[in-house]
């Protein structure tokens, strides 16, 4: 069956008026964020994630992205409270569409889809709807876990877990695409040109030449991959996006920039420089090698194109994708639009990510 896919349009800075306009939509529309009030409706919401089950407890909010908001609430079971997480954009309130990422109640479709290849992730327990008076977004099992990279990388609780990582990301990947596409909701089709397309276009507008940046372009351009047959892309599977315990991985999260594309796309970004947190000898996230990557990756059923070749070319991508971000990062500060340190400080970034593809580009890294 032919996968639907829906047009992308290329992603372009934000303005002030855009922004502001931006803004003005998302109040008019936000739902409330008081602890109390939330509770309410999860409390309404708990026969339908435990039946019988008529409160919650435990409501907290949890630290995470800036994109939306993470809550963690119980909900009383006969045989012992049963955990779970909220997860919806900031005040519930609808947001308008963005370039990259895809909706929340496309992302739990996709994390359904995902689950039913046999990939590792919570399980969604219900999608919210207007009458549940919560917003946007859905509510999915809380596992254990932990996803900061750093204790991941240095603790001695993870110590066992290290070792075989590599390959427990290997053999996920495979799983999420398998996923067969004609279970999938809409999604943008992002090939390699596109991609390469969008972030060119991006780069260009802000009229700040980069050299490195530029010899990336046309290296990256004399060397695109054959074009591969759509699979399902995690879109951001990296440190700090999988959940780790002491045996291994758990599950893969945050699934609001998956799409259709070229498998090695996700081999690639993990195995970016910039997500490998100071562990540059370690090629796979900081903590693995790409040989033992690949091989639980085939092992476990993924696509037999995938190669040490293609991987390398998207984790050069990747860092050069990861500087364009970090430069219109900086631009939303620099403009006015976002006057938080957070912003500066990873606009500053960018520097690293020229250094890293020198780096690649001389076969150093």
Known sequence: MTPRVRAEKIARPLTRRHVASRQNLLYNARMSTDPADLARGLAALAPRLTPGAATIANLKRLSGGASQE?????????????????????????????????????????????????????????VLAPEDGLGVGYVMERLAGETIARKILRDADFAQARPKLAADCGACLARIHAAPLD?????????????????????????????????????????????????????????????????????ALDWELAHLGDPSEDL???????????????????FGEVAD??????????D????????????????????????????AY????????????????????????????????
């Open 334 to 365: 620099d403009s006015g639009l976002d006057k938080t340190v957070e912003r500066a400080a990873i606009g500053r970034r960018s520097s690293e990510t020229e250094l890293d593809l020198i780096l690649m580009m001389r076969g150093k890294l």
């Open 183 to 251: 279970g999938l909701p809409p999604l943008p089709l992002l090939d390699a040109a596109a991609q390469l397309d969008r972030y060119e276009e991006i780069y260009r507008s802000f009229n700040s030449p980069r050299p490195i940046f530029d010899l990336a372009f046309a290296m990256l351009r004399r060397n695109v991959p054959q074009r591969a047959a759509p699979r399902l892309v995690h879109g951001d599977f990296r440190l700090g996006n999988i959940m780790v315990d002491g045996a291994g991985l758990v599950a």
């Open 304 to 331: 037999p194109d995938v190669t040490a070749d293609t991987v390398r070319f998207w984790t050069m991508f990747g860092a050069l994708k990861w500087g364009i971000m970090c430069l219109t990062m900086f631009r």
């Open 70 to 126: 993470t809550w963690s609430f119980d909900v009383p079971a006969p045989d012992g409270a049963l955990g779970f997480i909220l997860r919806r954009p900031p005040g519930g309130a609808e947001m308008l569409p963005s370039a990259q990422a895809i909706g929340l109640a496309t992302e739990a479709a996709v994390i359904k889809s995902a689950i039913v290849a046999g990939a590792p992730a919570p399980r969604v327990a219900h």
């Open 268 to 286: 690639g970004w993990v195995c970016t420089p910039s997500w490998r947190f100071s562990q540059v000898d370690k090629p796979v996230g900081g």
């Open 293 to 302: 990557f690949l091989a639980a990756y085939h092992a476990a059923g993924g």
